[in-house]
C-alpha cells in the first residue's frame, strides 16, 4: 500500500508574526477567521505580496494553523509562497509584516516589490 508524503506547510509564522496578527484580529471591528495572504503582478521587481482579513475560508484557500493563527492561502499564491517564513520586524522608524521566502530571487529597492520564482516541487 502506498503512504502519501506530508504535505508541507505553506507558510510558518515567527513568534512576533503570530502575535501582531493576533493583536490586529482582537481589534477588528467584525469578525474575521483569519489572514489571507497572496501574491500579486505589479511593481518594478514583478510581484507583490497582499494581506487581507478574511471573513470566510475559500472552497480553494489552503489553510494554515500555526501558533494559534489561521493564515489563508490564494491557491494561486501556494506555488510562489511554499516554505516561506512570515515575520514582523519594529524598530525606530517602521514597522511591518517581513516575508522570508526562499522563493524570492529580487526585491526592489523600496521593498514593496519582488521577483519570485514558483518552487520546485
Not at 10 to 22: D, I, P
Not at 28 to 48: D, H, I, Q
Not at 61 to 77: C, N
Not at 93 to 118: K, R, Y
Request: proline letters at 6%; aromatic letters at 4%; hydrophobic letters at 40%.
Amino acid at each position: 500500500m502506498v503512504q502519501a508524503r506530508p504535505r508541507p506547510q505553506v507558510v510558518r509564522l515567527t513568534e512576533a508574526a503570530a502575535e501582531r496578527v493576533r493583536e490586529i484580529m482582537d481589534a477588528a471591528e467584525k469578525p474575521v477567521v483569519g489572514l489571507r495572504v497572496g501574491v500579486k503582478n505589479g511593481g518594478c521587481a514583478g510581484m507583490s505580496y497582499t494581506m487581507e482579513w478574511a471573513e470566510a475560508v475559500g472552497p480553494h484557500d489552503e489553510v494554515v494553523d500555526d501558533k494559534g493563527v489561521k493564515v489563508l492561502i490564494d491557491p494561486k499564491a501556494i506555488m510562489f509562497l511554499l516554505g516561506t517564513e512570515m515575520d514582523f520586524k519594529a524598530d525606530k522608524l517602521s514597522s511591518g509584516f517581513v516575508f522570508n521566502n526562499p522563493n524570492q530571487t529580487a526585491a526592489c529597492g523600496c521593498g514593496e516589490s519582488v521577483s519570485i520564482e514558483p518552487a520546485k516541487a
